[in-house]
């Protein structure tokens, strides 16, 4: 499967997520009483729904792409769902506007838990990778003898 | 672990001796290869059915709904699911190291960290063939760590 058609189904899969999401808000809207549903609630939904697939589709192995794609899917998806989540935060979350003047410092906090994150993913890999091959070796080498 | 291997007479029944500490997963994946009936391998190669032989494929991988025995001669196509080959293989040390790959463990020449958390292995032949962090452990227990 190419790139292309890969990003068509996740567009497809942001949009039954973005439904689901408006069912479960009508019905919770029905029971609370409320009569009707601003823009900024629609772009919510849009920004959630968007959030959630995204980071899904980022950590999901697609068995039918092959491992370049699987790390250009990695890089756009995560991107993507860390901007979408960044946008519901700053924007249409009461209280976001004051944090979005900080930018830097949101930025700065982005950038330090992404950088942990990926240091403590490669760190773990790195022992591991360690510690496999160095029973490789020894396996190898009881082998030869 | 040392082996021993003594010559008997044509009359005389082959007998395999397992002197260990305690049965642990090792000793009972050994005794599984043992007990397991010779399995061969079938694939097309050209519309030509091949009979395979285990010991020199170095992985199976899946993709767009076909399945791929690579070996160190050329690629055939399995009639068997990924799941299926993984079972079936799993005596001969073969183990699944991603959705759409099936690894032969002792074809793995060495691994190395990826910046996300998966490790990469070289292959005997020079190839590199991608682990998941989901198996990594697995891995792990297969060679014995």
Known sequence: MTLKKHFVRVFWEVSMACGALLVLLTVFYQAAGTRGMSLEGMWRIVLLGSTIVLRGTSLVNFHDLDDRAMRINY???????????IVLLVWYTPGGAYFAGRGWFLLAVYV?????FYSMNYVHAW??????????????NHTER | ??????????????????????????????????????????????ERLRI????RVFYIESSDNKVFIHDDRCTYQSMKRLYELERDLDAYGFLRTSKSMVLNVRK?????????G???????NGETAGISRTYVSALKTKIGL
Request: proline residues 5%; hydrophobic residues 45%.
């Open chain 2, 118 to 124: 998966r490790l990469e292995a070289r292959l005997t």
């Open chain 1, 75 to 85: 890089l756009i998806s995560s991107v993507l769902a860390d901007a979408t989540l």
């Open chain 2, 1 to 46: 672990m040392k082996f021993r291997i003594e010559h008997v007479p044509e009359d005389v029944e082959h007998e395999v001796v397992i002197r260990c500490h305690a049965v642990d997963d090792a000793i009972r994946n050994l005794i599984g290869f043992l007990e397991s009936p010779p399995r061969t391998l079938l694939g097309f190669e050209s």
């Open chain 2, 108 to 116: 793995i020449e060495s691994v190395r960290p990826l910046f996300d």
């Open chain 1, 112 to 116: 330090v838990f992404k950088g942990l």
């Open chain 2, 52 to 55: 395979i032989d285990p010991e």
């Open chain 1, 127 to 140: 022992i591991s990778a360690r510690d496999i091959n160095a029973h490789l070796l020894a396996m190898k």
